[in-house]
């Protein structure tokens, strides 16, 4: 069966009996074992999708950090390239000021 089907029997069969189950799978062909799997099944993945809830959330936690840090690094670096070109600039008004020729560097 398709999960989506599954987990609607399993939907359907939630507040049934045993006898009212038993009716349920003979009509559709089913086994109540199936049923009882299925919904073990689901359940499992409920806790499964907990975890990884946490789990994005730990995740999420270490990008938004990593972020900070790659971001306050870019700032630096600007601040960096800002000034070395703030350098550049003088020393080439210093050398037209001076009447020095540039040296290719």
């Known amino acids: 069966w398709p ?3 599954c987990f609607a029997a399993v939907m359907e069969t939630a507040s049934l009996s045993e006898v009212e189950l038993s009716e349920y799978c003979r009509q559709r062909g089913l086994y109540p074992e199936q049923i009882k799997q299925w919904k073990a099944d689901c359940m499992a993945a409920m806790q499964g ?3 990884s809830a946490a789990e994005l959330k730990r ?3 270490a ?3 990593k972020i900070r840090a ?3 690094e ?3 670096k600007d601040k ?3 000034e070395t070109a703030a350098l550049l600039v003088m020393r080439k008004k210093l ?3 001076y009447g020095l020729e540039e040296e290719d560097d």
Do not use: G, M
């Open 3 to 5: 999960v989506e089907a």
């Open 49 to 51: 999708s907990k975890a």
């Open 59 to 61: 995740q999420r936690s």
């Open 63 to 65: 990008d938004q950090k």
């Open 70 to 72: 790659l971001e306050k």
């Open 74 to 76: 870019l700032r630096r």
């Open 80 to 82: 960096a390239l800002a």
């Open 95 to 97: 050398n037209a000021l």
